[in-house]
């Protein structure tokens, strides 16, 4: 992965969930770990500002930062201690010292620390197994040096979902929680949904904070970074926007570095199995000497599509008797290969394993199970929303070799769905899932046209002629596919329009048509997408509609001397406008103040 630090964008509700909220089980898409685009009900703050609000004073409870692998939760955390160093204030009693602490260091004392008597003799503990400053941090060594009790700590504790059991329990984060000065944990996503229960107790007024995905701004300013070149950045970023299938995952700082890796010199791939046996591909580049990575690569993914089969998707973390066990009589070094390339990440402290991403779990768990019927499959799992981008992935690897027999099972599918709702109704609707949907849901994500299943095309074409309510379903669900926005993107209901507009994953070519609609409030809607593109952003600025043109200006993805030009219009919404777009350069900024 890229070695430098991205500026981070954390979220917070902007209200408390609902009662009904904190009953139901964790969403999808938090379980999966935030491959999805960025919610529009999330307040969108800066790291740097968070940092600044645990320089000061607090009254007890801990701010809990969550984020997926490869996030930038660590990063983060040390880059908070290194911005401390780097304004190195004068020793004074009382200064706030940042003390950063790896849960998994503390594993081997856990038993130590939950025999303190008090949360004093807690942080005396706690500074005493701390990680020491390195060389980038050569202001912290004296402070680290003296006695804790002259300073009031910021507590950096990082990777709770890296801690032995005993650590994560609740009386241990109740008392993490009264520790003197401020406290900050860090967590992965999917873990700390499983705590819920035993952190809400000790959350202060910081609260929960997850760290976003990044937007197309931020995507371009990272390629930039990454590849070391804006114009070869801008290039790929075009590229990504308009594949459906990478855009998705483009917002994880992780799997967007894996994409430059696959993507900038080739065309990027058309389906995300074909990514995932890429990205594993360019990882396993890692291993040397060559002869060695070749011949333990049949090894390699025998054993991890054996491992993927045998944890299934119940749980992201699991026993290392897992890995041991799908190892078999493959060669010796086969384990520490798959360390080094990435693909593994093991704790042999807690005796724990994973796969790199919850996609690469779900990508071998596919391989694994392609070698049964895909009908089978699909009726035993279509119910279930965590196996739909397993069965996303296999259904690419199946219409690959037998596309016919890939439409069958698709077609299948959908007239059981439809008999069943004609008879008993009440067994989907205690479901929650629409075998419709869910069927349209597998072609999108798999990155394969629908009309590559004919049977399943004309049974869709049928139904939205038939109930033209489904329109309005089809055409704001960011899982239909390309095919069929491109059919309700003709509809006669501007709203329609409008709303294959907003999807976030309606490909450029059909923005690039919604952009001459007659309908003003279509073009406006096309104006404010991220993903339209550069050149139509520019005609759109020109429109003649003032609310067109302010759809433009308050677009982050809109180029900064388009805003300049915005910035002078003659219209004050459109100019209030640009003043309120993240994106605006603070020149432009200046000159409106």
């Known amino acids: 992965m890229s070695a430098f630090y991205f500026p981070l964008t954390l979220g917070r509700p902007r209200s408390a ?49 969550t984020g997926e692998p490869g996030s930038g939760k660590s990063t983060l955390l040390e880059q908070w201690r290194q911005q401390w160093a780097k304004d190195a204030p004068s020793p004074r009693l ?33 500074w005493a197994e701390h990680l020491r400053p390195d060389a980038a941090t050569p202001a912290l060594t004296d402070f680290y040096r003296r006695n804790p009790r002259l300073w009031t700590p910021l507590w950096l504790l990082d990777g709770l979902d890296e801690a032995a059991e005993h650590l994560r329990a609740e009386a241990f984060l109740r008392r993490l929680a009264h520790l003197p000065g401020r406290v900050c944990l860090s967590c992965r996503t999917a873990i700390a949904q499983a705590l819920r229960p035993a952190l809400q107790p000790g959350l202060g007024a910081g609260g929960s904070l997850e760290i976003q995905p990044l937007n197309a701004c931020e995507q371009r300013d990272f390629l930039a970074q990454s590849l070391g070149d804006k114009t070869r950045a801008a290039t790929l970023h075009r590229r990504i926007a308009s594949n459906t299938q990478m855009r998705e995952l483009a917002g994880n700082p992780l799997l967007l570095d894996l994409i430059a890796l696959v993507g900038e010199e080739v065309d990027l791939p058309a389906s995300r199995a074909a990514f995932y046996e890429r990205a594993v591909a360019k990882l396993w580049t890692k291993v040397e000497p060559t002869e060695r990575a070749r011949s333990l690569r049949a090894g390699r993914d025998a054993t991890l599509t054996a491992l993927a089969e045998a944890v299934g998707l119940a749980e992201i973390e699991f026993h290392l008797d897992a890995v041991d066990s799908a190892l078999g009589s493959h060669p010796a070094g086969l384990r520490d290969a798959m360390v080094t390339a990435g693909l593994l990440r093991i704790d042999d402290e807690r005796v724990r394993a994973g796969f790199l991403h919850l996609t690469f779990q779900e990508y071998y768990l596919a391989r694994a199970l392609a070698g049964r019927p895909f009908a089978e499959v699909l009726r035993e799992h279509w119910s279930s929303p965590r196996h739909e981008e397993t069965l996303a992935l296999l259904l690419a690897m199946v219409a690959a070799r037998d596309a016919v027999a890939a439409d069958a099972a698709l077609l299948g599918l959908v007239e059981w769905g439809l008999k069943t709702h004609r008879n008993t109704p009440e067994t989907l609707w205690k479901l929650g899932r629409s075998p419709l949907r869910v069927v349209l849901h597998l072609v999108m994500r798999s990155g394969i046209g629908l009309k590559r299943f004919p049977g399943l095309h004309t049974a869709v074409t049928a139904a939205l002629e038939r109930e033209h309510r489904l329109c309005f379903a089809m055409a704001a669900d960011a899982a239909t596919p390309p095919d069929i926005l491109a059919k309700l993107a003709e509809d006669h209901s501007g709203y329609v329009r409008s709303s294959v507009v907003q999807n976030p994953t309606t490909p450029p070519d059909i923005l690039i048509k919604l952009a001459e609609d007659p309908n003003f409030g279509v073009r406006k809607s096309v104006a404010g997408n991220p993903a339209t593109p550069p050149d139509v952003l520019v005609k759109l600025a020109e429109d003649q509609e003032k609310w067109v043109r302010g759809g433009v200006a308050k677009n982050l993805a809109t180029p900064p001397d388009i805003l300049a030009k915005l910035a002078e219009d003659r219209e004050e919404e459109v100019r209030n406008s640009v003043a309120e777009n993240p994106a605006t350069p603070p020149d432009i900024l200046a000159k409106l103040a």
Do not use: K, M
């Open 17 to 65: 969930p609902r009662d009904d909220e904190r009953r139901r089980p964790p969403e999808l898409q938090a379980w999966r770990e935030g491959v999805r685009p960025v919610r529009p009900e999330v307040e969108r703050i800066a790291g740097d500002r968070i940092y600044r609000d645990l320089l000061r004073p607090a009254g007890p409870g801990y701010t809990l930062v």
């Open 94 to 126: 009382g200064l706030v010292v940042p003390v950063l602490v790896r849960f998994r260091s503390l594993n081997h004392c856990a038993a130590n620390l939950l025999a303190t008597g008090s949360e004093e003799d807690l942080a005396l503990a706690l």
